[in-house]
């Protein structure tokens, strides 16, 4: 299974992005898809996750109600909406799959390269 996040960029603060996940190989339906985010000297951090089975979603605290995590079914590709953004959010994104609902970066078998998204003040 291969992953390739794409669609960051330099946006204004309050702006919105839109990130893709692209998935090739047998990427089971069944895996949970994940967000993560990164900055330099800290963590990789949670954001969103979309289930498998029945898309349910799960968001960090600091992303509920301005990101939006769905599936495009047809390609089985995860995006990401992020609307109100803000310098916090500066980080480069990375998708994820994963056989487990989980918001732990371990637990996750699939990376993809992430994708910068920068948010000016």
């Known amino acids: 299974v291969q992953l390739q996040a794409s669609g960051g960029g330099l946006v204004q603060s309050g702006g919105s992005l839109r990130l893709s996940c692209g998935v090739s190989?047998?990427?089971?339906?069944?895996?949970?898809m994940g967000w993560f985010r990164q900055t330099p000297g800290k963590e990789r951090e949670f954001v969103a996750i979309i289930g498998g089975d029945k898309d349910a979603t799960y968001y960090a605290e600091s992303v509920k109600g301005r990101f939006t995590i769905a599936r495009d079914n047809a390609k089985n590709t995860p995006i990401l909406q992020m609307n109100s953004l803000s310098p916090e959010d500066t980080a480069v994104y990375y998708c994820a799959a994963g056989s487990r609902w989980s918001t732990v970066r371990n637990d996750y078998f699939y990376w993809g390269q992430g994708t910068q998204v920068t948010v000016s003040s």
């Open positions: 190989g047998r990427a089971r339906s069944s895996f949970s």
